[in-house]
């Protein structure tokens, strides 16, 4: 049985889309986790003294999603359309 994509490729360049509701709700949650950190962080932090750690966090958040993507998509390549 073939699993099922939460995350297809795009037609051109580099990337996937969110293909299932399990894909759109991942991308969901990242969005509601990188708001949170700007929340937080602008709380806590200056954004302007702590430029690195601000954009670290939302880096590592990326990341995290990213590597996620590549689990439960289809390989990534650099595609020139159909």
């Known amino acids: ?24 709700l991942a ?6 986790l990188i708001l949170l950190w700007i929340f937080l962080f602008n709380t806590y932090y200056s954004i302007e003294a702590n430029i690195w750690e601000y954009l670290l966090g939302i880096f590592i958040l990326t990341a995290i999603l990213i590597l996620f993507c590549w689990r439960t998509g289809e390989k990534p390549r650099w595609r020139w359309g159909k």
């Open 27 to 32: 991308i969901l949650i990242w969005l509601v």
């Open 1 to 24: 049985m073939k699993k099922k994509l939460w995350f297809k490729a795009k037609c051109y360049g580099w990337g996937w889309y969110p293909s299932t509701w399990q894909g759109w």
